[in-house]
């Protein structure tokens, strides 16, 4: 078997003896264990002098961590710049926060081409190299020129915009022609597979053959372009399903998840639990629980809200202002709604671990996941499988998430509408236990069939199998 080598803008070494790696991380650490191999990446830490010359090498068993601290001048640049002010809101569909800045987008491709240097020498001729997200789209191309003619696979972990909102990018084809040097390009869902082809087919005039080419579990389309020819699949990331089904019920009878349902006095839980992020629709959510309060006054002191939203890129103008801009508006809900003994929404600026959260969502009666675009979204499966089976919550869900692709028994409600996801919360609060029972069974199935474990497994043995030159 050939060796893996993962490359991720960050890397973490997880300590194993703890449950709070992510779904990604776990399937990474499997992988790399099976074959042997490096995770490559950032390492975190932000130093005030140039990057990293060599890469800090930690051995543990048949895997090594190879970690470059960047650069404060780099990170600003590629991290906070190009990736996150430009890339992100642009595959998010944010237009107006888009930031096209020539400087940024050099910095960008100088830390790939960093990456590139650092990582070529560690690289053996029969390796396969599996980069992931969107910090890393040039790092294919930038390995081709030094040489490098391993199998080289991508993984897209935020959606693919349509051409017409990708063209905002003054060096979209630039962009595009970078993914073309890749062997295999791993998407989400069918619909970002289908934007990305509609730009090969009518922006870059190459050819695509929606053959069912061996791929994900939509199989693939071939792509001829650039000079290149490569194969485009949807592979849907998912959970480990068996192991949350199990936490959960362990983690009901936490110390953390009884303080919570002893807060709650009898009422009924909605939760969300979300990095604090301008996609994540957070501030149409709280006016859709607002509407729901005013719509179905049944409802008011007897059900709560509970909001989770650790920060995340604190120094990001956009960021300071959702934060704010939530702040006001959960203190204006509870103004107007509170009891004495009761507030409607509990709005958690912090992060749980995966033991707690998992005692959370056993307890809720809904789980609302209303992106206003994500690639997947992991919190809607990660819901569904730590539910009850004898006595299930209902899962809302945002017709924009990834998931939805999936999990077509959740409530699919329009985010931007928040009478119909009123709508959709008053449907949960009141749906009978055999309905309830009924979709979550038919939802556990799909979770259980197309869990971490399958979706690593197709994309490697995909790139196995790609068309490579």
Known sequence: ????????????????????????????????????????????????????????????????????????RDFEEYYNGFANQTLWPLFHYRLGLVSVDRRTREGYQRVNGIFADRLAPLLHPDDMVWVHDYHLIPLGEELRTRGCGQRLGFFLHTPFPAPEVLKVLPNHADLVRQLCAYDLLGFHTEVDLRCFANYIRYEARGEVDERGHDGGQGGGIRIRAFGRTLLACAFPISIDTANLES?????????????????????????????????KGLPKRFEAFQQLMETYPEHCNRVSFLQIAPPS????????????????????????FAEFDWVPIRYLNKSFGRRILAGFYRQAHIGLVTPLRDGMNLVAKEYVA????????????????????????????????????????????????????????????????????????????????????
Request: proline share 4%; aromatic share 6%; net charge neutral.
């Open 1 to 72: 078997m050939s060796r893996l080598v993962v490359v991720s803008n960050r890397v973490a070494p997880i300590d194993e003896g703890k449950q709070t790696a992510g779904g990604l991380a776990v399937a990474v650490l499997a992988a790399l264990k099976k074959s042997g191999g490096i995770w490559f990446g950032w390492s975190g830490t932000v130093v005030e002098d140039e990057s990293q010359s060599e890469p800090t090498r930690t051995d543990a068993g048949r895997l090594t961590y190879a970690t470059l601290d960047l650069g404060r």
């Open 247 to 279: 936490l959960a019920q362990t983690a009901a009878r936490s110390r953390h998840a009884e303080r919570l349902r002893e807060s709650l006095a009898g009422r009924r839980l909605i939760i969300g639990v979300d990095r604090l992020d301008y996609s």
């Open 313 to 336: 890129r604190e120094d990001v103008p956009e960021y300071i202002a959702i934060r704010r801009e939530l702040s006001e508006l959960s203190g204006r809900i509870n103004g107007h």
């Open 386 to 469: 730590c539910q009850d089976p004898g006595n299930p919550g209902v899962l809302v869900l945002s017709e924009f998430a990834g998931a939805a692709l999936e999990l077509a028994q959740a409530l699919i409600v329009n985010p931007y509408d928040t009478e119909g996801v009123a709508d959709a919360l008053q449907r949960g609060l009141t749906m009978p236990l055999e309905e309830r029972k009924e979709r979550h069974a038919a939802l556990m199935g799909t979770l259980r069939r197309n869990d971490i474990t399958a979706w690593r497994e197709s994309y490697v043995n995909a790139l196995t199998r790609a068309p490579y030159s």
